[in-house]
Nanobody, 125 residues
Protein backbone atom coordinates (compact mmCIF):
# COMPACT_ATOMS: atom_id res chain seq x y z
CA UNK A 1 0.00 0.00 0.00
CA UNK A 2 1.05 3.55 -0.75
CA UNK A 3 -0.57 6.45 1.06
CA UNK A 4 -0.65 9.78 -0.76
CA UNK A 5 -1.50 13.19 0.70
CA UNK A 6 -1.77 16.29 -1.48
CA UNK A 7 -1.35 19.85 -0.26
CA UNK A 8 -0.73 23.33 -1.62
CA UNK A 9 -4.04 24.08 -3.27
CA UNK A 10 -5.86 27.35 -2.81
CA UNK A 11 -7.35 30.42 -4.43
CA UNK A 12 -5.20 32.41 -6.84
CA UNK A 13 -5.80 35.08 -9.45
CA UNK A 14 -5.35 34.36 -13.13
CA UNK A 15 -1.71 34.64 -14.08
CA UNK A 16 -0.59 33.57 -10.64
CA UNK A 17 1.28 30.49 -9.46
CA UNK A 18 0.83 27.62 -7.06
CA UNK A 19 2.97 24.66 -6.07
CA UNK A 20 1.23 21.43 -5.21
CA UNK A 21 2.88 18.70 -3.18
CA UNK A 22 2.04 15.03 -2.83
CA UNK A 23 3.70 13.24 0.07
CA UNK A 24 3.95 9.47 -0.12
CA UNK A 25 4.37 6.90 2.60
CA UNK A 26 4.13 3.16 3.05
CA UNK A 27 6.41 1.80 0.35
CA UNK A 28 9.66 2.71 -1.39
CA UNK A 29 8.68 5.90 -3.19
CA UNK A 30 11.34 5.58 -5.89
CA UNK A 31 9.70 2.36 -7.07
CA UNK A 32 6.60 4.23 -8.21
CA UNK A 33 5.75 6.30 -11.22
CA UNK A 34 3.71 9.33 -10.25
CA UNK A 35 1.03 11.33 -11.98
CA UNK A 36 -1.22 14.34 -11.46
CA UNK A 37 -4.82 14.36 -12.62
CA UNK A 38 -7.47 17.00 -12.16
CA UNK A 39 -11.23 17.04 -12.12
CA UNK A 40 -13.41 20.07 -12.63
CA UNK A 41 -17.09 20.08 -11.58
CA UNK A 42 -19.20 18.09 -14.02
CA UNK A 43 -16.18 16.89 -15.96
CA UNK A 44 -14.20 13.69 -16.12
CA UNK A 45 -10.87 13.36 -14.39
CA UNK A 46 -8.16 14.41 -16.82
CA UNK A 47 -4.45 13.78 -17.07
CA UNK A 48 -2.16 16.68 -16.22
CA UNK A 49 1.41 15.39 -15.90
CA UNK A 50 3.41 12.25 -15.14
CA UNK A 51 6.93 11.55 -14.01
CA UNK A 52 8.95 8.37 -14.22
CA UNK A 53 10.34 6.65 -11.12
CA UNK A 54 13.80 8.13 -11.55
CA UNK A 55 12.43 11.54 -12.43
CA UNK A 56 14.25 11.59 -15.74
CA UNK A 57 11.18 11.34 -17.96
CA UNK A 58 8.12 13.54 -17.79
CA UNK A 59 4.89 13.87 -19.76
CA UNK A 60 2.39 16.72 -19.93
CA UNK A 61 -1.06 17.36 -21.22
CA UNK A 62 -1.03 19.84 -24.08
CA UNK A 63 -3.20 22.20 -22.06
CA UNK A 64 -0.52 22.68 -19.40
CA UNK A 65 2.68 22.22 -21.38
CA UNK A 66 5.01 25.17 -20.87
CA UNK A 67 3.10 26.35 -17.78
CA UNK A 68 3.26 23.40 -15.38
CA UNK A 69 6.29 21.44 -14.22
CA UNK A 70 6.22 18.07 -12.50
CA UNK A 71 9.17 17.01 -10.37
CA UNK A 72 9.95 14.62 -7.56
CA UNK A 73 12.27 14.28 -4.61
CA UNK A 74 12.90 10.62 -3.89
CA UNK A 75 14.59 11.48 -0.60
CA UNK A 76 11.60 13.47 0.67
CA UNK A 77 9.14 10.98 -0.88
CA UNK A 78 7.29 13.83 -2.53
CA UNK A 79 6.13 14.73 -6.01
CA UNK A 80 5.45 18.35 -6.93
CA UNK A 81 3.43 20.22 -9.50
CA UNK A 82 4.61 23.77 -10.11
CA UNK A 83 1.82 25.68 -11.81
CA UNK A 84 2.49 29.04 -13.44
CA UNK A 85 0.43 31.40 -15.59
CA UNK A 86 -2.71 29.89 -14.14
CA UNK A 87 -5.98 30.29 -15.99
CA UNK A 88 -9.58 30.04 -14.76
CA UNK A 89 -9.91 26.81 -16.73
CA UNK A 90 -7.24 25.27 -14.48
CA UNK A 91 -9.78 25.35 -11.64
CA UNK A 92 -10.26 21.78 -10.42
CA UNK A 93 -9.50 19.31 -7.69
CA UNK A 94 -5.99 18.04 -8.29
CA UNK A 95 -5.10 14.45 -7.44
CA UNK A 96 -1.82 12.61 -7.38
CA UNK A 97 -1.62 8.90 -8.07
CA UNK A 98 1.02 6.18 -8.08
CA UNK A 99 1.74 2.92 -9.83
CA UNK A 100 4.77 0.66 -9.93
CA UNK A 101 4.94 0.33 -13.69
CA UNK A 102 4.05 2.98 -16.23
CA UNK A 103 1.03 1.66 -18.16
CA UNK A 104 0.73 2.24 -21.87
CA UNK A 105 -2.49 4.16 -21.29
CA UNK A 106 -1.05 6.23 -18.45
CA UNK A 107 -3.24 9.21 -19.33
CA UNK A 108 -6.32 7.26 -18.26
CA UNK A 109 -7.19 7.57 -14.58
CA UNK A 110 -8.40 3.96 -14.40
CA UNK A 111 -4.83 2.78 -14.95
CA UNK A 112 -3.50 4.17 -11.68
CA UNK A 113 -3.44 2.17 -8.48
CA UNK A 114 -3.06 4.49 -5.50
CA UNK A 115 -4.71 7.90 -5.08
CA UNK A 116 -4.60 10.84 -2.76
CA UNK A 117 -7.68 12.66 -1.49
CA UNK A 118 -7.17 15.70 -3.74
CA UNK A 119 -6.54 19.38 -3.21
CA UNK A 120 -8.71 22.20 -4.57
CA UNK A 121 -7.24 24.78 -6.92
CA UNK A 122 -9.40 27.78 -7.79
CA UNK A 123 -8.24 30.39 -10.28
CA UNK A 124 -10.24 33.61 -10.36
CA UNK A 125 -10.47 35.79 -13.44
Amino acid sequence: QVQLVESGGGLVQAGGSLRLSCAASGRTFSNYNMVWFRQAPGKEREFVAAIYRSGGITYYADSVKGRFTISRDNVKNTVYLEMNSLKPEDTAVYYCAARGDLPARFKESSQWQYWGQGTQVTVSS
